[in-house]
């Protein structure tokens, strides 16, 4: 799908229907591909990819640190772009996790709290002074 032409817009429901061998899409960072034709060529196996299939695989593509030649070849594979949910659903899609039958994607609001941004800080730094203060009053 060229950058010009109009991009076809999917909604998750959408996606989900696409889980097999024969059929794999995924999401990632907002946007659609079908990766069935690539599943095969896929250096960590099709496994890997059936796993992420049918659901938003942002997070598993970017912790794996992709090379700018798989970002380039993600691009052959774009069909469209992720919508937003209707109200409708997203009541659907509540009830599936509920259920659960659907995992909660990483476009979920998943983002650390305040708090744990500022602990994951803070905390090594207590460590560190703790560890000399201990160092300090023991070596006497």
């Known amino acids: 799908m060229s950058e010009n032409s109009t991009e076809k817009l999917f909604p998750m429901l959408e996606v989900m229907k696409h889980t097999s061998k ?10 659609v591909y079908d990766v ?3 599943l095969v060529e896929h250096p960590g196996g099709e496994d890997i990819m059936l796993d992420s299939s049918g659901r938003d695989a942002s997070r598993e593509f970017e912790d794996v640190g992709h090379s700018g030649d798989a970002r380039a070849q993600l691009s052959q594979l774009l069909i469209g772009k992720l919508r937003e949910e209707t109200e409708e ?3 659907l899609l509540e ?10 994607t990483s476009s979920s609001n998943t983002s650390p709290t305040p708090f744990a941004t500022v602990l994951k800080f803070v905390f090594p730094i207590f460590i560190l002074a703790l560890a000399y203060l201990v160092r300090k009053y023991t070596s006497s």
């Open 22 to 31: 024969d059929d794999c899409w995924m999401v990632i960072d907002g946007k």
């Open 36 to 38: 069935t034709k690539f």
């Open 89 to 91: 659903e997203k009541v």
């Open 95 to 104: 009830d599936l996790t509920k259920q659960g039958k659907l995992v909660p």
